[in-house]
């Protein structure tokens, strides 16, 4: 397969696990995951989440508690196995707040499959969009609750 067909096959992988997210299709965004899959907040401490199933319970933290995800693509790029996404991320929680962000994404796909999700977007702006009650969601769970690691 030459270069040029990867890169959209990648792409297509890409764009059809960021729909599924923000359609709360989780089987379908599994799907598009690697078994050795491993997605990460770049910016903070968490060690993320490895595996398919964990990455899914590690967005679900907020997923549960939100009722539309509304993204807009600013550009997509892929060059082999390699695709990076510029989006904004709107999200409306079911108790009716509002947070909008920009997230630089890069995935790194293996055998037709995201293996590495890096999210990069800065902490102080986004986080500082939180109800306080959602903050408090979050710091119920720790990066060992998505590795496997010991607790």
Known sequence: M?????????KAT???????LSQFDFETLKSCLHPDVHYEDV????????G?????????VAWDHIKQQIQTTHRIAADGDIVFLDNTE???F??????EHRFATMHELKDGKIIKWSDFWDVNNFV???PQWFLEEMAKKQGADFTGEPK
């Open 14 to 20: 890409v764009q059809k696990m960021w729909t599924a």
């Open 43 to 50: 910016p903070t401490e968490d060690s993320g989440a490895i």
């Open 90 to 92: 709107k999200w409306i």
């Open 2 to 10: 030459s270069s040029e067909n990867t890169s959209h096959q990648n």
């Open 52 to 60: 398919p199933e964990n990455v899914v319970a590690r967005l679900s």
């Open 94 to 99: 079911k108790s009716g707040e509002t947070v």
């Open 128 to 130: 500082g969009q939180f």
